[in-house]
């Protein structure tokens, strides 16, 4: 191996190496059984923060206009306890929050049926502590998913 390769892969990084040494990664969610893409498939960061975003937006503003006086310290909180509670019950019992819905997504159980309302409080108590939703694994399924055993999929 010559040094330009070397440096090249360590650059690159580990997942590159392996793929030009001959592992075959797979796509995502393929070793959930998920199809590539469409319909059912793993649903790609940029939506997944779309949705985050429009949820978030909306508990901003039920927090601002219905909880507080005003803008402040205080807001924030009640925005994160409203946020808590929609997609604990959204998620528990229909599978998506608003934001979900428009962006075109839906949690599952890893089973393939609904979500539960159990499954819905403890992916919705690890999404509002943030740094389990900030570990992925290969499939693009973030800790909070993995410990609540749910998939975040299209429709």
Not at 127 to 137: F, G
Request: aromatic share 10%.
């Amino acid at each position: 191996m010559d040094k330009r390769q070397a440096i090249g892969s360590w650059l690159s990084g580990p997942r590159e190496a392996a793929e030009q040494a001959g592992v075959d990664f797979g796509y995502r969610g393929e070793q959930l059984g998920l199809p590539e893409s469409g319909p059912g498939s793993i649903a790609r960061p940029g939506r997944r923060f779309g949705a985050l975003a429009v949820d978030w937006g909306l508990c901003m503003l039920i927090a601002y206009g219905l909880l507080t006086d005003g803008y402040g310290q205080s807001t924030g909180n009640w925005a994160l306890l409203v946020f808590f509670v929609l997609n604990a019950v959204t998620v528990g019992t229909v599978g998506f929050t608003p934001g979900r819905r428009l962006f075109g997504l839906r949690v599952i159980a890893e089973d393939g049926g609904y979500a539960r309302p159990l499954r819905g409080l403890v992916r919705s108590a690890l999404l509002c502590l943030a740094v389990p939703a900030l570990v992925w694994d290969r499939d693009g399924r973030g800790l909070h998913d993995r410990l609540a055993r749910t998939i975040q999929v299209r429709i």
